[in-house]
């Protein structure tokens, strides 16, 4: 009931955004915004208990369920998603069949996670040697033991994998000077008087960007901000990201982030040790 509002309510403002031809509509959806999960599973108790345990979460939002390889496939190939959950055995064949036919025909994957009853070892060392560039963790049923620490484990490991991939665009420039479009104009600003970022307020359509002595709001997502910034940024939290350069200390009991400009941040639990270990932090 609470997926079905709440995809009315995108459904919504995406026509509203659409008609007025906004400039920040991307903006306005990223702020409402959940990882869009699909579903393929052919054992019916344990895919409603994967979709209802999604659905009571903060960071997912089911999209699309299937059962077989064939209508997998066509939810794969007509919904986007930033997230699979995939089972081993499907109806008419193993999920290997499916993650083939979707290369074969160069349709984009999503992150994907491998859901199984049973850990075999050939299968386990296909993933690894196969689709280690797209599966990211391996999903034991009954997945609903311990299921609160796998379902952080699995928003680590996505993001981990959004990381590595903008870590390798960053490695390939330089940024001097960054134009900030704010108030109707066009602000140059050196990416180290950056202290933090952060998504705005919901349905208001901007990123707040902290400097030392001011606050810039400007319609670029904090993916695409993220995207344009060099190495020494990184994302704390869904909603947040650093500047390393500006850091203070680390309180590691309530997993605070102090910067020197004296604002102090929470830490998300996703993001805690992927922090701690770029800044050799133990």
Avoid at 24 to 53: T, V
Avoid at 72 to 81: D, S, V
Avoid at 243 to 255: A, C, P, R, T
């Amino acid at each position: 009931m609470m997926i079905t509002i709440y995809l009315q309510i995108l459904h919504i403002v995406q026509g509203v955004a659409h008609v007025l031809n906004c400039s920040f509509q991307n903006i306005l959806i990223m702020s409402f915004e959940k990882l869009r999960s699909l579903i393929i599973e052919d054992e019916e108790f344990p895919m409603h208990e994967l979709s209802n345990a999604l659905g009571e979460t903060e960071e997912f939002i089911v999209c699309g369920i299937a059962a077989s390889i064939e209508s997998g496939y066509e939810l794969i190939k007509t919904t986007t998603a930033d997230i699979l959950f995939l089972d081993i055995k499907l109806e008419g064949g193993l999920c290997f069949s499916l993650l083939n036919e979707l290369k074969n025909n160069q349709i984009q994957i999503p992150l994907t996670v491998i859901i199984t009853g049973c850990r075999d070892f050939e299968y386990v060392k296909k993933i690894h040697n196969d689709y280690r560039d797209i599966v990211i963790y391996i999903l034991d049923k009954p997945f609903w033991e311990n299921w609160i620490h796998q379902k952080d484990t699995i928003l680590e490991k996505y993001f981990d994998s959004k990381r590595s991939n903008l870590n390798a665009v960053h490695c390939l420039r330089k940024v001097d000077l960054l134009p900030i479009y704010s108030n109707k104009k066009s602000i140059m600003v050196r990416p180290d008087d950056i202290v933090w970022a952060k998504t705005g307020e919901k349905a208001k359509g901007n990123t707040e960007i902290y400097l030392e002595s001011k606050v810039l709001k400007c319609n670029t997502s904090l993916v695409q901000l993220l995207q344009t910034l060099p190495s020494n940024f990184l994302q704390i939290s869904r909603f947040e990201i650093i500047n390393i350069q500006w850091i203070s200390y680390i309180e590691h009991v309530n997993k605070e982030i102090y910067m020197r400009n004296g604002q102090a941040l929470m830490i998300g639990s996703s993001f805690y040790k992927n922090l701690c270990k770029s800044l050799g932090v133990h």
